[in-house]
């Protein structure tokens, strides 16, 4: 049996919650770390940066495509650094609901035996937060990640979807799923921006573990479709992310 690290990072939309979480992917991957992104986004865009900024095709794209033909190569693809990327995707504009989609394209990764089949170390899983509906809460009910950290930066509407994330993983707290570990604050140079925030843990009811650094850099690498770790050899962001992924990898459990 092996075991793996499996990770939800929630945010708002717009906080720069892909982009931290596709630093982290290549952080851990260039650790010596087997590593799998999930996107949970209609948008699908997560994974682009670790692509060369090309989007891939989604698993319910390819599922109303190939129907019961699909196989794993056709929606897992090795993107820098030999992270595996996923997308889940979504209904078809203005017909059926987001979070539906990801309950699908979750349950198609399983039938797949997409973990048993790759073995990854650690699984995140890119999770749009601004309304925690049931699809959008499934890698929080369902098992499918055990540690959940909350990309926010000091703004009011990204304090309050932090604040509705962690509510809804209360709700699930006592059933055995997934705990809220911590606050990742993507800084916005807002004035007095970490003062905001841990006055807003103590009601969001989590502690704050990294602060991520505002830098023209990661602007730089995304024009290019690229993470920073690609696009920027002697960037100082490289070890900012580095020292994040050393804090989730402390905090988060390790699970069968």
């Not at 900024?53 to 129907?67: Q, Y």
């Amino acid at each position: 049996m092996f075991t793996i690290r499996k990770i939800a990072i929630y945010g708002k939309g717009g906080i720069g919650k892909s982009t931290t979480t596709s630093h982290l992917s290549t952080a851990l991957a260039l650790q010596g770390y087997k590593v799998m992104q999930v996107g949970c986004d209609p948008k699908a865009d997560s994974t682009k940066t670790l692509l060369d900024g090309r989007k891939i095709d989604t698993v319910l794209n390819k599922l109303r495509e190939k129907g019961e033909s699909l196989r794993l190569g056709d929606i897992v693809t090795e993107g820098y650094a030999g992270v595996l990327c996923v997308e889940s995707g979504g209904p078809m504009p203005g017909v059926g609901c987001a979070g539906r989609g990801i309950i699908t394209a979750f349950q198609k990764l399983a039938e797949l035996k997409a973990f048993e089949t790759y073995k990854p170390d650690i699984v995140l899983y890119d999770v749009l937060g601004d309304v925690v509906c049931g699809g959008f809460a499934m890698p929080i009910r369902e098992g499918y990640a055990k540690d959940v950290f909350i990309v926010s930066s000091g703004e009011m509407m990204a304090l309050y979807a932090a604040n509705n994330i962690a509510a809804a993983i209360r709700n699930f707290g006592n059933r055995g799923y997934a705990r809220l570990s911590g606050l990742i604050l993507n800084s916005k140079n807002i004035p007095g921006e970490k003062e905001l925030v841990l006055e807003a843990l103590k009601e969001i009811g989590t502690d704050l573990i990294y602060t991520v650094p505002r830098s023209a850099d990661i602007q730089y690498a995304e024009s290019k479709g690229q993470t920073v770790y690609q696009a920027m050899e002697h960037s100082e962001m490289r070890s900012a992310y580095d020292e994040l992924a050393q804090r989730v990898l402390a905090i988060s459990k390790e699970v069968d």
